[in-house]
Nanobody
């Protein structure tokens, strides 16, 4: 099993920045990709960004150029630097980690990000 604990959400004005962190513990050897998803009220959970253990990244089109995902393998931690935030970025952000064999996703508890206009 893998446990994920996310932090760093909050309230920020449009144009501001926030940095999310997510620390993984447990069966770390079993995970490959880590990432962030978000879910706004009344909407489905959507991918924000992912990073593999070798540093390859993917981003949703809506956040490209504004968000940066990074990973510290020594600390088993993934970060999401969010710049130029927009009100439409408001959501609960969930950290995820994917099992390297089963491709099962593990989830963190979610952290609220609210961007005011």
């Amino acid at each position: 099993q893998v446990q994920l604990v996310g932090s760093g959400g909050g309230l920020v004005q449009a144009g501001g920045s926030l940095r999310l962190s997510c620390a993984a513990s447990g069966s770390i050897f079993s995970i490959n990709a880590m990432g962030w998803y978000r879910q706004a009220p009344g909407k489905q959970r959507e991918l924000v960004a992912t990073v593999t253990s070798d540093g390859s990244t993917t981003y949703a089109d809506s956040v490209k150029g504004r968000f940066t995902i990074s990973r510290d393998n020594a600390k088993n931690t993934v970060y999401l630097q969010m710049n130029s935030l927009k009100p439409e970025d408001t959501a609960v952000y969930y950290c995820s980690a994917r099992h390297v064999v089963t491709l099962q996703n593990y989830w963190g508890q979610g952290t609220q990000v609210t961007v005011s206009s």
